[in-house]
């Protein structure tokens, strides 16, 4: 059976190295995939061969994304952006939505996505929305720290087989105004958009919580990333 290719966007630290959470790499060979960490790039030809070349796109975690791309002022809450980072996945994303590519996004990856696609963020979540559930909660973060509540008859309800999951959280922006051709499938307590989906395409889905920082053992993990990998191949 063939293994999928699976180009994940880099992430950066502080010092300009890139850098990947073991758990997207784990997540994904667990679920029979072949993880690539992708070049920092935003160069077309270079986007255009990576979408030719690989099966499917993770977009993972990271910092801010630039309220300019989603027509919206600074606040002073807003976090450390990457600029180049921000072009690249934008680009990416284009190119693997018109190539109908699979794809998953993770927290930065959510946002990503809802921006790509026309929507708004909050930008600082404590600010903007305040409210007694913990999103940006302290290590370890492999355990549950709030619940979502999860859409009846949507595909994440149908593979998670549950009305209410307990997930992890570690972020301080959000969607705010959903993008044109997503739907939410799962919503914090505070009304905070959880998951997301777009219906016309083969597989693009995106949660705002850390499977990847789970255990291998947990089976909504497992079945997220397997879920991913299969509509990849």
Sequence with gaps: ????????????????????????????SQAGG??????LTDGKAALERLADICDGFLFTGGPDVAPALYGQEVLPACGQIRPRRDSMELGLLDLALAADKAIMGICR????????????????????????????MEPPYGRPIHSAAILAGSPLRELLGCDELGVNSHHHQAVLDLAPGLSATAWAEDGVVEAVYMPEK?????VQWHPELFPGTD???????????????
């Design 1 to 28: 059976m063939k293994q999928p290719l699976i180009g994940l966007t880099p992430q950066l630290d502080d010092q300009g190295v890139l850098r990947m959470s073991p758990g997207y790499l784990e997540g994904i």
């Design 202 to 206: 083969k597989f693009v889905w995106a």
């Design 109 to 136: 990856g959510i946002q990503v996505i809802n921006v790509g696609l026309g929507g708004t963020l909050y930008q600082d979540l404590p600010t903007q929305l305040p409210s007694d559930v913990c999103h940006r």
């Design 34 to 39: 072949v993880p690539v960490i992708l070049p």
């Design 219 to 233: 089976e909504n993990r497992r079945r997220l990333f397997a879920a991913f990998v299969e509509a990849a191949r």
